[in-house]
């Protein structure tokens, strides 16, 4: 799989001006196809490294069916809302006769890549992924689409593609958090967030604005950072809460991210609630592991995982069009704890 946009099935027939059946059948050495235009086809989709995936076909189009397998592409196993979309994804497509091979982008462009190239090489069945923080270019999502391999996307979508996806509710979520927030008598509220390349944070980051100004409420830009773990909470926490009209309310776009600000807070003699109000966004085990425990936005990650695995097995089995983009929306919901008043 090349990184240059790849040919399809369509492509090939168009220009030896035959029709997508005939190349299939072709490339499969069928007999009712001339043996010289089936060299012709396959030397064709040789020259252009083109490489059908005849195990998704055959699923589509057989009632005996080879092994299935379905690659999951993770960015981080660290975190408590991939690990839980992850059980989603294995117990759907258990309940329905495939196995996951899953790999870790670790956050990582060019591991993505090489992870998308060896899912393909290994002719799973389809792919469902959620992006690496620094994917800026989308050619090996597009090309797996383009060899016939049905793609889903989770969590971060890639706008870049036109694919099926699984999203939670970002900006409802965020709004009904901050809302909350100011409804308690919070005024001054921060925001760290995701890189804004990311869908998810620009949603996030819209509801978060959009509750301030509805509520009559002014956007400080001082107080939206760019901070998505708890390390780099501790590390900028400080000085913000060391200004003398410092935020008396967090928002964060992770549990971990919320955490820091919690430790960092309490650490410089904050009360909090009473001084400083909190809220997360995932509910994970750490979100009640911590003192107060953690008011968070319940992401149900088991249930993305779940439709994202449905989807795809609807494209692969043929039963949801392989040209049809399913856009699916997870609600969310507000766990109200000790971080909030």
């Given at each position: ?89 294995e117990e759907e497509a258990s309940a329905r006769g495939y196995r996951i091979m899953v790999a870790q982008s670790n956050e990582k462009y060019e591991r993505e890549v090489d992870i998308c190239k060896s899912f393909f090489e290994n002719k799973v069945c389809g792919v469902i992924v ?11 999502f597009q090309s797996l689409i383009d060899h016939g391999v049905p793609l889903v996307f989770y969590d971060r979508i890639c706008t870049g593609v036109d694919c099926s996806r699984v999203v939670v509710d970002d900006y409802m979520g965020a709004y009904t958090a901050v809302n909350h ?161």
């Open positions: 799989m090349k990184e240059s946009t790849p040919i399809t099935m369509k492509d090939i027939a168009r220009e030896l001006g035959v029709s997508v059946a005939t190349v299939s059948r072709a490339l499969k050495d069928s007999p009712r196809i001339s043996e010289k235009r089936r060299e012709l086809i396959k030397n064709y989709a040789r020259e252009h490294n083109f490489y059908p995936n005849f195990i998704a076909e055959t699923l589509r189009n057989s009632r005996v069916k080879p092994v299935k397998i379905i690659g999951v592409i993770v960015p981080q196993f660290t975190h408590f809302y991939f690990s839980s979309i992850l059980s989603g994804i959620s992006q690496a923080k620094d994917t800026a270019k989308y050619d090996h927030l100011i409804d308690t008598g919070c005024k001054r509220i921060a925001f760290y967030g995701f890189s804004m390349r990311l869908e998810i944070t620009k949603n996030r980051y819209n509801g978060y604005r959009d509750a301030l100004l509805n509520n009559g409420l002014q956007l400080d830009s001082r107080f939206v950072k760019y901070c998505d773990n708890r390390a780099d909470a501790e590390a900028i926490t400080p000085e913000i809460l060391s200004m003398e009209d410092h935020p008396d309310a967090f928002f964060a776009v992770n549990d971990d991210t919320a955490i820091g600000v919690l430790y960092t807070a309490k650490r410089m003699g904050f009360h909090i609630p009473d001084d400083i109000s909190i809220c997360g966004f995932t509910n994970g085990q750490r979100a009640i592991a911590c003192d107060p425990m953690l008011t968070t936005v319940e992401q149900r990650g088991v249930v993305v995982g779940e439709e994202a695995a449905n989807i795809l097995i609807g494209q692969v089995e043929g039963l949801i069009p392989s040209d049809k983009v399913e856009k699916r929306i997870v609600r969310t919901s507000l766990i109200i704890r000790g971080t909030t008043r």
